[in-house]
């Protein structure tokens, strides 16, 4: 059983920046593609970012390229995503999400263990 732990939400203005981690344990983290989604009021959960085992590849939504870094510690079994130029459109419950067996994928059903997410809340 994989349990994942987000941390480094919060409050922040317009223009400024945020780092997520998410702590793994239970499984073999260096193993597995990892993820970040988000899901803001009223709408469906949507793909961030991903990169697979190695770290080789890295994946990100078009709204957020450029401006956001998916990063992981193998060691401490840990994934990042450092955000940076953050929008009002950024504000959602920001989750991590373990893919066991692929490379990374965009698709949410693709994963199989999520963490219970943290806010992110973006003042203009």
């Known amino acids: 059983q994989v349990q994942l732990e987000e941390s480094g939400g919060g409050l922040v203005q317009a223009g400024g920046s945020l780092r997520l981690s998410c702590a793994a344990s239970g499984g073999t983290f260096r193993r597995y593609a990892m993820g970040w989604f988000r899901q803001a009021p009223g709408k469906e959960r949507e793909f961030v970012t991903a990169m697979p085992w190695s770290g080789i590849n890295t994946y990100y939504a078009d709204s957020v390229k450029g401006r956001f870094t998916i990063s992981r510690d193998n060691a401490k079994n840990t994934v990042y995503l450092q955000m940076n130029s953050l929008k009002v459109e950024d504000t959602a419950v920001y989750f991590c999400?373990?893919?066991?067996?692929?490379?990374?994928?965009?698709?949410?059903?693709?994963?199989?263990?999520w963490g219970q997410g943290t806010q992110v809340t973006v003042s203009s």
């Open positions: 999400a373990a893919d066991l067996y692929g490379s990374g994928d965009r698709v949410s059903s693709k994963y199989d263990y």
